[in-house]
């Protein structure tokens, strides 16, 4: 009986055995993981249509497998891309909870960069892991409404003009008076080109009122007086920038002598402030042209031709260098911004250019000629699709292009059409860079987001300068005045600020200058009125030194 006893124990113990091996070689079954298969923003896949997006989005996300909810809330999220704020959605589900939809519980903000994400750690029903998630940005559309209540043509450009005055006025430097380079920069350098725009801007606010004629020559004769008395001067010419209180010179990247342009654009101003205030009692306007005179007279014009070694007029003169490509750098050649430095050149009583310097130099012996087509448009001079609009701009604060004509080119053609590549390119927009459009549009030198560039057609790094449109409206009225509209009243709350329009902005990054140049805000004033009364140009071509310079370099015009 005890071995029967035992028998049976071991057979038990044997089976025992058996099953447990059995159960163990059971495998374990691991849950599969999963990916994101596609998401969109009202229902257009991202990136596709990362831009213009409404501000009630609906935000969807497919997987390939359902979706364990308990994880989504700490795994799937919508943050305002600014702030970092998180953005609260509701929740909801299709597809047997493979597709999970998210929903702002609000309104989100116009013109804003908002981020939507998806962890890797997010589960599925099943307990498998997410290979891949994803994070992605939009940005939500322009807000239509407008920003200000409208008003009149007329009475928005009286507006724009003199909230962009106040720059000069406010930020005029409280030793010199000059303008400052920016709004944001070193307080105590000064701009001799920006002063020369912001003394234009001056004649135009005492013309229109916005101060009085008083208060005007007495700034303008803190400027001479601070000129004249103060500055450090090569053979008659100014530095680029200038320390505000004491006159010396500020380098300007290598340059650390004369620059021979930005005293051009000095003169011009000045030269245009000596024919308005014309008063033969006055004493401080008869003070002010004597003061005027004395430095227009003695910048040697022909002594930046390497003190007529050359035919060409050279941009900079920096006595600390030794080698003569350092000394004079920069030759003045071909189209571009320094068309009045020659026009001055010329027109100098006292130490004028001979016509070939400008042939030669300026013309390039004809090769300044362009001629092809952008866009439909011939462009008569200068590099493919014009270049920076800032070209038709600065020279032409005081020249009057209307009917003018060398042999180059008709200058009034010339400047309709850079202007309208400009236009066209930005309408057409190649680089579909969001925002731009036949209301918004505009390229030229600029503060960009980390630095500043000159932009064109080609070098378009999608910032959009108001200075451009706004200071084109003689060449392109009906299409600046509509990007002046749209600039002030569908973007107002974002560019327009206290001494008027912003440097520039970009859309596409969403990105807003917090600045206000001098050489960009004077031509706004200045381009407007000579579109509105012509006055500039009619003051500055009423020189009798202008009018027998532009003669002597085969100029033609009515005025003339």
């Known amino acids: 009986?005890?071995?029967?006893?035992?028998?049976?124990?071991?057979?038990?113990?044997?089976?025992?055995?058996?099953?447990?091996?059995?159960?163990?070689?059971?495998?374990?079954?691991?849950?599969?993981?999963?990916?994101?298969?596609?998401?969109?923003?009202?229902?257009?896949?991202?990136?596709?249509?990362?831009?213009?997006?409404?501000?009630?989005?609906?935000?969807?996300?497919?997987?390939?497998?359902?979706?364990?909810?308990?994880?989504?809330s700490s795994n799937i999220a919508l943050n305002d891309g600014v702030s970092g704020a998180t953005i609260a959605c509701a929740v909801s589900y299709q597809n047997g909870d493979s597709v999970v939809i998210l929903q702002p519980s609000s309104s989100l903000l116009y013109l804003n960069r908002y981020t939507a994400s998806v962890a890797t750690s997010l589960k599925s029903s099943a307990?498998?892991?997410?290979?891949?998630?994803?994070?992605?940005?939009?940005?939500?559309?322009?807000?239509?409404?407008?920003?200000?209540?409208?008003?009149?043509?007329?009475a928005l450009l009286d507006l724009v003009q003199k909230q962009t005055f106040k720059y000069f006025?406010?930020?005029?430097?409280?030793v010199c008076g000059m303008a400052l380079e920016r709004n944001n920069g070193d307080n105590n350098v000064v701009t001799s080109g920006g002063s020369g725009f912001g003394i234009m801007a001056m004649i135009v606010a005492a013309n229109r009122g916005f101060i009085s004629r008083t208060d005007a020559v007495t700034r303008l004769n803190t400027i001479t007086n601070f000129l004249t008395t103060k500055c450090t001067r090569w053979h008659g010419a100014f530095s680029h920038w200038i320390n505000g209180s004491t006159g010396a010179t500020v380098p300007f990247g290598n340059n650390n002598g004369a620059d021979i342009v930005e005293t051009s654009y000095l003169l011009q101003g000045l030269l245009t402030a000596r024919q308005?205030?014309?008063?033969?009692?006055?004493?401080?306007?008869?003070?002010?042209?004597?003061?005027?005179?004395?430095i227009w007279n003695v910048v040697e014009w022909n002594w930046f031709t390497q003190n007529g070694a050359t035919k060409s007029i050279y941009w900079q003169y920096n006595p600390s260098y030794t080698a003569t490509s350092d000394i004079w750098s920069i030759a003045v050649s071909g189209w571009n911004e320094a068309l009045i430095t020659y026009v001055l050149a010329a027109s100098s009583t006292t130490h004028a250019i001979t016509k070939d310097v400008y042939d030669i130099g300026w013309a390039n012996n004809g090769n300044i000629k362009n001629g092809s087509n952008y866009y439909g448009v011939a462009l008569p001079l200068g590099q493919a699709y014009g270049g920076?609009?800032?070209?038709?701009?600065?020279?032409?604060?005081?020249?009057?292009?209307?009917?003018?004509?060398?042999?180059?080119?008709?200058?009034?053609?010339?400047?309709?059409?850079?202007?309208?590549?400009?236009?066209?390119?930005?309408?057409?927009?190649?680089?579909?860079?969001?925002?731009?459009?036949?209301?918004?549009?505009?390229?030229?030198?600029?503060?960009?987001?980390?630095?500043?560039?000159a932009s064109s057609p080609t070098n378009d790094v999608s910032v959009i300068a108001p200075t451009a449109a706004l200071s084109s409206m003689p060449y392109t009225p009906t299409q600046s005045m509509n990007a002046l509209r749209f600039f002030y009243y569908k973007l107002g709350d974002k560019v327009w600020k206290d001494y008027?329009?912003?440097?520039?902005?970009?859309?596409?990054?969403?990105?807003?200058?917090?600045?206000?140049?001098?050489?960009?805000?004077?031509?706004?004033?200045?381009?407007?009125?000579?579109?509105?009364?012509?006055?500039?140009?009619?003051?500055?071509?009423?020189?009798?030194?202008?009018?027998?310079?532009?003669k002597n370099l085969g100029f033609t015009a009515p005025y003339l």
């Open 1 to 72: 009986m005890k071995t029967i006893v035992c028998c049976l124990a071991f057979l038990m113990m044997v089976s025992a055995g058996c099953k447990k091996s059995s159960d163990a070689s059971q495998p374990i079954v691991t849950p599969a993981n999963f990916s994101l298969m596609t998401y969109s923003v009202d229902a257009v896949s991202v990136p596709t249509n990362a831009y213009n997006v409404g501000i009630s989005p609906v935000i969807k996300f497919q997987f390939s497998a359902a979706i364990s909810r308990q994880t989504v």
């Open 127 to 154: 307990g498998g892991s997410l290979i891949g998630g994803t994070n992605f940005t939009f940005f939500t559309k322009i807000d239509s409404t407008d920003k200000f209540t409208q008003i009149s043509d007329s």
């Open 169 to 174: 006025w406010d930020f005029g430097h409280p």
């Open 276 to 294: 308005y205030f014309n008063s033969n009692t006055d004493v401080n306007e008869i003070k002010l042209r004597d003061s005027i005179n004395s």
């Open 388 to 453: 920076p609009l800032f070209f038709a701009h600065y020279s032409f604060l005081g020249i009057n292009p209307n009917g003018l004509s060398d042999a180059y080119a008709n200058y009034q053609t010339q400047n309709i059409a850079h202007s309208t590549i400009n236009y066209n390119y930005c309408t057409t927009n190649p680089k579909s860079f969001f925002g731009y459009s036949s209301a918004c549009w505009g390229l030229t030198a600029s503060d960009i987001s980390g630095g500043y560039t």
């Open 500 to 550: 008027g329009f912003i440097d520039a902005f970009s859309l596409n990054s969403l990105w807003f200058a917090g600045s206000y140049l001098a050489i960009d805000q004077g031509p706004i004033i200045c381009m407007i009125e000579n579109y509105r009364s012509k006055l500039l140009w009619n003051l500055f071509t009423s020189c009798p030194e202008i009018k027998a310079g532009m």
